[in-house]
Nanobody, 117 residues
Framework: QVQLVELGGGSAQAGGSLRLSCAVS????????MGWYRQAPGKQRELVAI?????STNYADSVKGRFTISRDKNTVYLQMNSLKPEDTAVYYC?????????????WGKGTLVTVSS
């Protein structure tokens, strides 16, 4: 059974840094992309950053220059610097994974990031 296991998160003060990681476990054939989404209280889930299989990356405008996504095989990282209170949210790992002959989206359970002013 394929699972996405997230680590990191927690609390930080504004201007601080946190690092998230997400590892894929289980039997897989390949990963097309891995990324991070977040959902703040009362808001819709939004894309934070994505890392495609070819290495290309894409960021939400609100985090450009502050967050960096990277990937090492089946693990994706999100380095978050210069954190702002508006970065407070539950962060979810997402990946499109091919298993046997089928591809589908997988999600982690989410990890809470709280930034205080």
């Amino acid at each position: 059974q394929v699972q996405l296991v997230e680590l990191g998160g927690g609390s930080a003060q504004a201007g601080g840094s946190l690092r998230l990681s997400c590892a894929v476990s289980g039997k897989i054939a390949s990963i097309h992309y891995m990324g991070w989404y977040r959902q703040a209280p009362g808001k819709q889930r939004e894309l934070v950053a994505i890392n495609a299989s070819g290495g290309s990356t894409n960021y939400a405008d609100s985090v450009k220059g502050r967050f960096t996504i990277s990937r090492d095989k089946n693990t994706v990282y999100l380095q978050m610097n210069s954190l702002k209170p508006e970065d407070t949210a539950v962060y979810y790992c997402n990946a499109f994974i091919i298993t046997d002959l089928r591809g589908m989206d997988y999600w982690g359970k989410g990890t809470l990031v709280t930034v205080s002013s």
